[in-house]
């Protein structure tokens, strides 16, 4: 059974963070996903920097251009996180654009996430139905759970078309912005949560998008299995350096 099914299965709330590799600095990686997991996080998504990162709010951004300065390339993160698993049990989940996999060669990467013990990947760019008819059996070659992303604005026909092609989790993205903290969720945010509850997807859902801090990951994972923590970890980063990650993680799991 993959990582994420065994953790989805747990009787708990599942925080996940995301970091993007290679920020703040090059080799600083390793030591944020084991530190992630010695204070508790139940996921890790680790972002594969682009030069165009189209969906990122400006934090995202930002670390990600200073990632790609850094030197940060999808190669180097293989073999940065070659002995990972030697160190970390918990889910680690590869996010990013479909272009870096494309250029690497689709069966290559994922047989290198096999070999290096990554568990699934969120491509957002890339379309369910290219990837059933391209890339599905592939990615299943190699175990890898594919994670699509569902919005506001998705019909309910689509939803569960993403649904019946999951097999992990949904990424309900909480408003049809780009990516970014805020301090709370309206009444428009609720009203589509519990329209997905209602829906009782097969798939649990973990929402992104928004979550900042103990009150808005409570508010998002009141319906959901659980919340996706990116900027406000990334600003913390910036902020704090990767000496202090334990007070983040506190102030989110009060």
């Known amino acids: 059974m993959n990582r994420i099914h065994q953790k989805l299965q747990e009787d708990k709330k599942v925080l996940s963070i995301y970091f993007t590799a290679g920020y703040p600095s090059l080799n600083d990686t390793v030591k944020i996903i084991q530190d992630l997991e010695r204070n508790g ?9 682009f030069s165009d990162p189209l969906a990122d709010g400006p934090t ?6 200073q990632a790609l300065k850094n030197g940060m390339t999808t190669s180097l993160l293989f073999k940065q996180l070659k002995d990972i698993r030697k160190s970390v049990s918990i889910p680690l989940i590869l996010m990013g654009y479909f272009n870096p996999v494309l250029q690497y060669g689709v069966e290559e990467f994922c047989k290198k996430c096999q070999e290096t013990g990554i568990d699934g990947l969120i491509l957002p760019d890339l ?6 008819e391209n890339y599905e059996a592939i990615f299943k070659k190699y175990g890898l759970v594919n994670v699509f992303l569902i919005t506001p604005q998705t019909s309910d ?3 569960h078309q ?5 097999d992990g989790f949904i990424y309900m993205v909480s408003s049809a912005s780009v990516t970014g903290s805020q301090d709370g969720f309206g009444n428009n945010q609720e009203a589509y949560f ?4 209602d829906m009782k997807l097969k798939n649990p859902q973990v929402v992104g998008f928004g979550i900042s801090n ?16 990116g900027s406000a970890f990334i600003k913390f980063l910036t902020q704090n350096g990767v000496d202090k990650i334990g007070d983040f993680v506190k102030g989110i799991r009060k």
């Open 41 to 49: 996080v139940d996921m890790i998504e680790i972002g594969l920097p």
């Open 60 to 65: 995202i951004q930002a670390s990600s251009t």
């Open 127 to 132: 379309p369910l139905d290219v990837y059933q």
């Open 157 to 159: 026909a689509r939803i």
């Open 162 to 166: 993403i649904d019946t092609a999951s």
């Open 194 to 197: 519990e329209r997905i509850a």
């Open 214 to 229: 103990s009150e808005t990951f409570l508010q998002a994972t009141k319906q959901a299995k659980g919340a996706i923590i």
